[in-house]
């Protein structure tokens, strides 16, 4: 019998971390480290305790991802962001195994009015982008075959997102306001498991790759589609429409946020054949599955 390929996932307890760990479990050996296991602040423990098993993929999915704490908390996001990466690319290296490291859309400025390609260039605006931005440098310059993989918007059942807020707030009041002016994609962490398993064993997959569901939108239209699901499957909502608000209204926000971060897949759709589905349909389908 052949044995089962072994994927060691760090971030194991985050929202994309721990759909990868439950998604894989059938096909897959998974070995998850969630925080208290394996602390992206420490490397010698990580040296330590990744040393000591043997594994062929190595998924980084944590990281400090709060973007308005990173503006305070400079070099603590650098640490986590930029600095730990390097040393899970370099302990990956010296196994033979194969590393893949989840970056960001943030490390776009947000200019740029088409999809980004991978050879746009990365100008941040904010210290969590400027730290994933250099977590991404520094992982390929000390392990020329890994694979970093720049998502958008993450949406799934293991950790609330933006989406959970917006229907939470839609099931609890009769109004509800979303950014209108901020467009990007959003990414299902069940389709993002799919997804990145044909580049397991691509040889050609190295360097930075985008990847995230089809389409475009801005907060508010991603919000209307969810409560539109919502109708759609009998989930009584007190608020029928999403209202607009604009990105210069948030007085809540610290950091800068790209305006459009569009991440464009066709190097992705070039490598696999595969081609994401639309946002739409990956929402659609996570609705319906939360009232299963
Ligand atoms: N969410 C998005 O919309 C989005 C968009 C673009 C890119 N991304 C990228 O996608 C990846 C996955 O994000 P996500 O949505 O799954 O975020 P998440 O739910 O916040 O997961 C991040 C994980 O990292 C862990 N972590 C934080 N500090 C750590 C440390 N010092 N040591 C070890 N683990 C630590 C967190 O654990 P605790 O919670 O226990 O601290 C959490 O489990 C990240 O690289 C993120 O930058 C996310």
């Known amino acids: ?29 998974v070995v998850g480290f969630n925080h208290a296991q394996l602390d992206l602040g420490q490397p010698e423990q990580m040296r330590q305790r990744l040393a000591a098993i043997e594994f062929d993929v190595l998924i980084n999915t944590a990281a400090q991802t709060n973007v308005d704490r990173c503006e305070t908390e400079r070099e603590e996001a650098f640490a986590l962001n930029a600095e730990a990466p390097r040393v899970l690319a370099e302990i990956c290296r010296a196994k033979g195994a194969r590393f893949i490291h989840i970056s960001t859309d943030y490390v776009f400025d947000g200019e740029k009015r088409e999809p980004y390609t991978e050879e746009d260039e990365a100008r941040p605006i904010s210290v969590y982008g400027a730290s994933k931005r250099e ?60 997804l990145l398993k044909p580049l397991f064993a691509e040889a050609n997959a190295t360097g930075l790759l985008h990847l995230a569901n089809g389409g475009e939108c801005s907060w508010q239209e991603y919000a209307q589609w969810a409560l539109d699901c919502c109708r759609a499957e009998g989930i009584p909502m007190k608020a029928r429409d999403v209202g607009a608000t604009r990105l210069e209204e948030m007085k809540s926000f610290i950091a800068k946020r790209p305006v459009c971060s569009v991440l464009g897949t066709e190097k992705y759709r070039g490598l696999t054949g595969v081609t994401p589905r639309s946002w739409r349909d990956a929402v659609a389908e996570y609705v319906r599955e939360s009232v299963r």
């Open 1 to 29: 019998m052949q044995t089962k390929r072994r994927i060691v996932i760090v971030g194991a307890g985050g929202r994309l971390g721990a759909a990868l760990a439950r998604e894989y479990a059938d096909d897959y050996d």
């Open 135 to 194: 977590g991404e440098r520094l992982a390929l310059a000390a392990n020329d075959r890994a694979l970093i993989v720049r998502v958008s918007w993450v949406f799934g059942p293991d950790r609330p997102s933006f989406i959970d807020w917006a229907m939470k707030q839609a099931r609890e009041h009769e109004e509800v306001k979303a950014i209108s002016d901020k467009v990007a994609t959003p990414t299902y962490t069940l389709d993002l498991a799919q």
